[in-house]
């Protein structure tokens, strides 16, 4: 079954710093891959996506993420964080279904605290 | 102009009672989606419809029921409510596309309805 694992719970970094979340999934085929981010009281907004192509994928607001297809993982990453960064991440694996209908299937997220 | 919306964005209410939230997107999608999501913050996905037609009915009880009237809208009814159907409860919007167009299979979520059962 799919699946996606967020391994830390709450991360804390100063102002500044350099981030990598982490994420790893389970699927059977090529998986489509995907970081959100919802601060408090929001909706889900879209960093980035990864479909197919360059691993590298570039993102809003500064994120980048790398698919690593032999270690199961696509990790997001930003060189400089800012206090704004402070939310919750989420990192998904679109899992068709019935045919060409998409659904995501979630981590449990990450809550991001930037420290100034 | 927003995307995909909900209304309401709160709602307190008793058990047993029955409610509904109301989801409109007005991005041209032809699938809409209702997800959960708990006090731990996890998000599960509870419906799927594609142009009017449910497509995916991820277990949930029967006390809920989505209904589209249209492609733009998708609204979630439940009767009878419970304490543990308190959450947050997030309508999205996508354009299906076989494939990996560039724009197809990105779903674009609403700001959320917080529904409290007391």
């Known amino acids: 079954a799919q699946s996606v694992t967020q391994p830390d719970i709450h991360i804390t970094v100063s102002e500044g710093a350099s981030l990598e979340l982490r994420c790893n999934y389970s699927y059977g085929a090529t998986p489509y891959l995907f970081w959100y981010v919802q601060s408090p009281g929001q909706g889900l907004q879209l960093l980035l996506k990864?479909?197919?192509?360059?691993?590298l994928v570039q993102g809003i607001k500064g994120f980048e993420a790398e698919f690593k297809r032999s270690q199961s993982s696509f990790n997001l990453r930003k060189p400089s964080v800012h206090w704004s960064d402070a939310a919750e991440y989420f990192c998904a694996v679109g899992a068709f279904y019935g045919g060409a209908t998409n659904k995501l299937i979630f981590g449990t997220g990450t809550l991001l605290a930037v420290q100034p | 102009d927003t995307a995909v919306s909900q209304t309401p964005k709160y709602l307190v209410t008793q058990m047993g009672n029955d409610k509904s939230i109301k989801c409109e997107q007005n991005l041209g999608h032809d699938t809409m989606y209702w997800y959960k999501q708990d006090s731990k913050k996890f998000l599960k996905i509870m419906f799927s419809y594609n142009n009017k037609e449910l497509i995916i009915n991820e277990t949930v009880p029967n006390r809920f029921s989505p209904k589209s009237p249209d492609k733009a809208h998708l609204n979630l009814h439940i009767n009878s409510l419970e304490l543990g159907d308190s959450a947050v409860y997030f309508c999205?919007?996508?354009?299906?596309?076989?494939?990996?167009?560039?724009?197809?299979?990105?779903?674009?979520f609403g700001a959320g309805s917080r529904l409290t059962v007391l």
């Open positions: 999205a919007s996508s354009h299906q596309s076989p494939g990996t167009g560039s724009g197809a299979n990105v779903l674009t």
């Open positions: 990864y479909f197919s192509g360059d691993t």
